[in-house]
């Protein structure tokens, strides 16, 4: 029996919650994976796992065993990544979860800085505005904005954003320009974004100084995917609260023009995050590190987060 290979297995069954999940995280058959759980416990001499036709559990054997094993393979994957450091870049495939309009308009455009930095790691870049479960579908880290709503990921905070209005030019002459956010009131609608998890939708809520306003505005369209949401704001369905930076393009070409331009909507923190027990292995480490700098380097790509769109929005 490969025994590192079983406890492998052991592990990926337990966080991915059945075998056949465990056997596509690990790109092996499936009987494979049982073959080595099973000769796993015929070595311990104990059952781990209690399986259904529909789940597997653990065991209190299995429990303790787990995360006696977590640690070891943590250890093992440090030692293997402390020599690789020693003698080479960090190399390997990673997987990264990123909102759809924070990967276009931010990561993507910055990544060759990345990759000629760090030429022998490979991408998975997962793109969507959905929260993914890190455990369960093997996502390394992802970025999100917002307050997090799972307390047992670790976060590292990279940056904040502000929120502002913007409208196409043909939606303007229709209804006006707004000088105040209760002139909004007036006849005007928003282009509506609810939350891919809840179902919620994000409020519009302004701010200048120490003044508020909260809007309750009907919308002509709503949606839980940013790039759509841009894309009905380019259409003139609406007022959209986004980041200048991802429409600044469309304000230099006219396309967009700024609604109340000293008010904003609110200020998001963004965080790279990943699960306490994912081993932060060196092409993770440098990857966060890297991650970091990029939006905490006071450039363009900083602002360019329109994950506060597509993640957990504190208010969505």
């Known amino acids: 029996m490969d025994q590192i290979a079983a406890m492998r297995a052991f592990v990926r069954v337990v966080e991915a919650g059945n075998f056949s999940r465990a056997a596509d995280l690990l790109d092996i058959p499936k009987p494979t994976v049982t073959k080595l759980i099973q000769q796993l416990e015929a070595h311990l001499r104990t059952k781990l796992l209690n399986r ?3 789940r597997v559990a653990v065991t209190p054997d299995g429990a303790a065993y787990y995360e006696r094993a977590l640690a070891v393979l943590s250890d093992l994957d440090e030692l293997d990544g402390s020599m690789a450091r020693s003698q080479a870049s960090p190399a390997g495939r ?15 455009p910055a990544l060759p ?8 790691i490979q991408l998975d870049l997962g793109v969507t505005d959905r929260t993914v479960d890190l455990l369960a579908e093997n996502v390394d880290c992802a970025i999100r904005g917002g307050d997090l709503l799972d307390p047992t990921l670790i976060a590292r905070r990279i940056g904040e954003v502000r929120m502002m209005l913007f409208a196409a030019p043909g939606y303007i002459e229709r209804h006006g320009m707004p000088l105040h956010p209760r002139d909004m009131e007036k006849g005007h609608r928003v282009i509506g974004y609810f939350n891919a998890r809840t179902g919620r939708p994000v409020a519009f809520d302004m701010m200048r100084g120490e003044e508020s306003y909260e809007l309750h505005l009907p919308y002509s369209m709503a949606t839980n995917d940013s790039t759509a949401y841009l894309a009905a704001g380019l259409a003139g369905l609406g007022v959209t609260q986004t980041i200048e930076p991802m429409v600044s393009p469309y304000l230099d070409s006219g396309a ?16 790279v995050v990943y699960a306490p027990n994912r081993h932060l292995s060196s092409r993770l480490r440098v990857f ?15 602002h360019a987060a329109a994950s506060l769109l597509l993640a957990a929005n504190p208010r969505g």
Do not use: K, M, N
Request: aromatic letters at 14%; charged letters at 20%; zero cysteines.
């Open 288 to 302: 966060v590190d890297w991650v970091a700098e990029l939006f905490g380097s006071g450039g363009a790509y900083r």
């Open 113 to 120: 800085d990345f990759f000629a930095r760090y030429p022998d």
């Open 52 to 54: 259904s036709t529909r």
């Open 256 to 271: 967009l023009v700024r609604v109340l331009p000293d008010w904003h909507a609110g200020q998001i923190v963004l965080h």
């Open 94 to 108: 990673l997987r990264v979860d990123v909102p759809s309009s924070l990967a276009l308009y931010a990561l993507i």
